[in-house]
């Protein structure tokens, strides 16, 4: 026999499933309506990151006023040219057993502007980081000028030492926070004036294009934003030394353009910088002198044009209307060798070229390798017989030196090449 049923039981079972089917339902509109939220947001986003792709640094003409240094002119600057700013002695870097930087000398000076250059694991981001004292030298000594114009000890005595701003490799900041707040903290580390913080936060947002996204959390940039967001840490403070590692990292071809641009504007007003790339280009672009590294050695440090004096590596392009034949060409270039010998150079390495007169087709053009002893006086003397005696043979439309990103890689490969040589020699791995 069945138990009696006790009154009301199903209609209370009955009002308990409507309660939860009407919790469920609430549940799930809420769900729909957070995703919907979120994906009009990432949309949103998506087209300001694209609007502002299609914008580019826009060139203004208060960046002089920013980066002049309180107190002192151009000119004034010029005449501190050869105070030592920083000074590598001697410096090494062990990691373990590994030699990453082998006994490291060199100076930079006032108002120079320095590119550190070499392959991918040469030692340029461990020098940087050292300077930076994210890491400690295993031996050597790194000297930075003080306030008084001396050079200190920097892992000895660091107080009272010139400002100093650094991009150090591939920037990350909290993805939570807004520009303004971080580059807000980092201004106040470095101890810049209160009152001028928002002023100068607004001033290097506006140069770097990144104005409208003051308030915006970092995990809504692009990796491109996020480096000049870097380069904007890195100069917040307004140092007199200014350190990047790789500054042109993830920008596009514009961005790279106007950062150069900034780069040679902050040398206009006096700022001492040294800047470490594998881009031949960006380094030829913006500095006056080059140190080359390889296996954590300096195996040359000058201007680009001594490094070419030096190693001989002048060439002349010579670019001409219409093609030459081959049927053509050997003769050609039989005469003009006959013709050119006395300029020509006599010491041509086989790195560069194993013939002083080559002929380029898919370019249409002559490069010609010569003597450099005087330079002006001989180009000159070339050009003349190029047009005056072989005006039946070819038209010569342009006559030029390589530009300078042309003739750092041409020395780049070269010193490159004669250094993996003698470490192969010294290794016993020639014969």
């Given at each position: 026999?069945?138990?009696?049923?006790?009154?009301?039981?199903?209609?209370?079972?009955?009002?308990?499933?409507?309660?939860?089917?009407?919790?469920?339902?609430?549940?799930?509109?809420?769900?729909?309506?957070?995703?919907?939220?979120?994906?009009?947001?990432?949309?949103?986003?998506?087209?300001?990151?694209?609007?502002?792709?299609?914008?580019?640094?826009?060139?203004?003409?208060?960046?002089?006023?920013?980066?002049?240094?309180?107190?002192?002119?151009?000119?004034?600057?010029?005449?501190?040219?050869?105070?030592?700013?920083?000074?590598?002695?001697?410096?090494?870097?062990?990691?373990?057993?590994?030699?990453?930087?082998?006994?490291?000398?060199?100076?930079?000076?006032?108002?120079?502007?320095?590119?550190?250059?070499?392959?991918?694991?040469?030692?340029?981001?461990?020098?940087?980081?050292?300077?930076?004292?994210?890491?400690?030298?295993?031996?050597?000594?790194?000297?930075?000028?003080?306030?008084?114009?001396?050079?200190?000890?920097?892992?000895?005595?660091?107080?009272?030492?010139?400002?100093?701003?650094?991009?150090?490799?591939?920037?990350?900041?909290?993805?939570?926070?807004?520009?303004?707040?971080?580059?807000?903290?980092?201004?106040?580390?470095?101890?810049?004036?209160?009152?001028?913080?928002?002023?100068?936060?607004?001033?290097?947002?506006?140069?770097?294009?990144?104005?409208?996204?003051k308030h915006e959390k970092v995990k809504t940039f692009s990796k491109g934003m996020t480096q000049k967001l870097g380069m904007i840490q890195s100069i917040i403070h307004d140092p007199e030394i200014i350190i990047l590692d790789e500054p042109q990292t993830g920008l596009d071809p514009l961005a790279r353009i106007d950062i150069r641009r900034i780069i040679k504007e902050f040398h206009r007003n006096g700022k001492t910088i040294f800047v470490a790339s594998h881009m031949l280009a960006e380094i030829s672009e913006v500095c006056e002198k080059i140190a080359l590294i390889n296996?954590?050695?300096?195996?040359?440090?000058?201007?680009?044009?001594?490094?070419?004096?030096?190693?001989?590596?002048?060439?002349?392009?010579?670019?001409?209307?219409?093609?030459?034949?081959?049927?053509?060409?050997?003769?050609?270039?039989?005469?003009?060798?006959?013709?050119?010998?006395?300029?020509?150079?006599?010491?041509?390495?086989?790195?560069?070229?194993?013939?002083?007169?080559?002929?380029?087709?898919?370019?249409?053009?002559?490069?010609?390798?010569?003597?450099?002893?005087?330079?002006?006086?001989?180009?000159?003397?070339?050009?003349?017989?190029?047009?005056?005696?072989?005006?039946?043979?070819?038209?010569?439309?342009?006559?030029?030196?390589?530009?300078?990103?042309?003739?750092?890689?041409?020395?780049?490969?070269?010193?490159?090449?004669?250094?993996?040589?003698?470490?192969?020699?010294?290794?016993?791995?020639?014969?």
């Open positions: 026999m069945m138990g009696p049923v006790k009154p009301g039981g199903g209609f209370q079972g009955q009002n308990f499933l409507l309660i939860f089917l009407i919790i469920v339902i609430i549940i799930v509109v809420i769900i729909i309506v957070y995703f919907v939220i979120k994906k009009r947001k990432k949309k949103k986003g998506q087209e300001k990151l694209r609007e502002h792709a299609y914008k580019g640094i826009k060139s203004r003409e208060d960046i002089k006023s920013i980066y002049t240094p309180t107190g002192t002119s151009t000119s004034e600057n010029k005449n501190e040219k050869n105070d030592t700013m920083i000074k590598l002695e001697n410096l090494t870097k062990y990691y373990g057993k590994y030699l990453a930087v082998d006994n490291v000398s060199f100076e930079v000076h006032s108002g120079e502007v320095i590119g550190l250059v070499g392959p991918n694991g040469a030692g340029k981001t461990t020098i940087i980081k050292m300077i930076a004292k994210l890491l400690r030298p295993s031996s050597g000594r790194i000297w930075v000028r003080d306030n008084q114009g001396e050079l200190k000890d920097l892992n000895k005595k660091s107080r009272n030492l010139v400002k100093l701003g650094f991009l150090i490799d591939i920037p990350a900041f909290y993805k939570d926070m807004t520009a303004y707040q971080i580059l807000k903290y980092s201004a106040l580390l470095q101890r810049y004036p209160r009152e001028k913080i928002n002023d100068r936060i607004d001033e290097l947002l506006k140069i770097f294009d990144l104005i409208d996204w296996f954590g050695v300096i195996i040359a440090f000058d201007t680009i044009d001594n490094l070419e004096r030096g190693l001989r590596t002048s060439g002349l392009n010579c670019k001409l209307l219409d093609p030459i034949s081959p049927d053509q060409l050997g003769s050609i270039i039989k005469k003009l060798t006959e013709r050119l010998e006395p300029y020509l150079d006599k010491d041509l390495d086989v790195l560069v070229s194993k013939i002083p007169i080559k002929y380029i087709p898919q370019k249409r053009s002559f490069k010609i390798f010569y003597d450099t002893t005087d330079s002006k006086q001989t180009r000159a003397e070339i050009l003349k017989i190029l047009v005056k005696e072989f005006e039946s043979d070819f038209t010569v439309v342009s006559f030029s030196k390589p530009k300078k990103s042309s003739q750092l890689e041409q020395i780049y490969s070269r010193l490159i090449a004669e250094d993996k040589v003698e470490i192969e020699l010294s290794k016993g791995g020639v014969n």
